[in-house]
């Protein structure tokens, strides 16, 4: 299986057949692969390294200094994630890397304020400089993610501003991920992070350029993508294959580990809370924050806890 590779330049700015053949690839990495590679974006590579050092600092402070960010004390899921706050595969062990979420920040008196992912940011002290980087790269991202969604609807053969409504007050999680290198006791059921789907629409992914990500393949094997700074590994999620009654495909992926540290910024680039994501002709609705809701309780750790009592 071959990744599709899109140069955003001829993708968002091209014409004529240059652009129709960027957006064949667009169809093809959407339909039949579920991934694809973008580079030539607003985000370049001095971008992304500038984003990924701000985690790096982060994370590399002890976990006692960490610990006043934990989101297990939120109830939500903003702020650290300790090894093992995750299990995206319930047959596996607890991922054992460490994340750091954060999203759209509301003011107090909007609607969706109250909705638990929704909820404030928490923004660590140091680095000094980390929530300036951050949300710059937010907005940003958040921008690039709209386009690359126009572009899928177009190659589908919808309108470009098919979703874009739904986009006004998204529900886009920023990730920090950090992969220490895989403990030596690894067993067969611990990952990095266990092969899953994502649960949204579009997930803008930035590397260190180290390798890790593997994508399933649709004979049963495992195919890596490595992504310089510079260059996204983009996929689509449960919520768009399901919301385009599966023109869109959603492919398993994971991290098993190795034996050098990794780091990731995954967007996750979700429409607004009270966003219908039924197929067309539905007979009922189906909101976006329910589906997420939902799947955030199962795989955030102190939140299945909470739902579970």
Not at 178 to 193: C, E, K, L, Q
Request: proline letters at 8%; charged letters at 25%; aromatic letters at 10%.
């Amino acid at each position: 299986m071959r990744i599709p590779a899109i140069d955003a330049r001829v993708l968002f700015d091209g014409r004529g057949r240059a652009r129709a053949a960027e957006l064949e690839k667009v169809r093809v990495a959407a339909v039949d692969i579920g991934f694809m590679t973008v580079a030539g974006t607003a985000l370049d590579a001095a971008d992304i390294e500038r984003v990924l050092d701000v985690y790096r600092r982060f994370f590399v402070q002890p976990d006692a200094a960490k610990q006043r960010w934990n989101m297990a004390a939120t109830g939500s899921n903003r702020g650290w994630g300790a090894g093992g706050a995750e299990q995206v595969d319930p047959t596996a062990n607890p991922d054992f890397k460490e994340v750091f979420d954060s999203g759209p920040e509301l003011p107090p008196d909007d609607p969706l304020a109250s909705r638990t992912y929704y909820a404030p940011n928490l923004w660590p002290s140091e680095p000094a400089d980390f929530r300036g980087v951050i949300v710059d790269y937010y907005e940003r991202a958040c921008a690039v993610s709209l386009r690359l969604l126009s572009a899928v609807a177009e190659a589908i053969g919808e309108p470009a501003d098919h979703f874009d409504e739904q986009f006004d007050k998204p529900m886009a999680l920023l990730r920090g991920n950090y992969y220490p290198p895989r403990p030596a006791d690894s067993g067969a059921a611990d990952f990095g992070i266990a092969p899953h789907t994502d649960y949204g629409c579009l997930t803008l992914l930035a590397t260190d350029g180290s390798p890790g990500l593997e994508v399933a393949t649709r004979d049963g094997g495992w195919v890596a993508v490595v992504a310089p700074p510079g260059t996204f590994a983009v996929n689509f999620g449960e919520m768009l294959e399901h919301w385009t009654a599966g023109r869109v495909v959603a492919t398993p992926h994971r991290v098993v580990g190795g034996a050098n540290e990794r780091l990731s910024v995954p967007l996750f680039f979700n429409p607004r809370h009270d966003a219908d994501i039924a197929p067309a002709g539905s007979a009922e609705p189906w909101l976006a924050g329910e589906h997420l809701a939902r799947r955030y309780d199962e795989t955030y750790v102190h939140r299945r806890t909470a739902t579970t009592g």
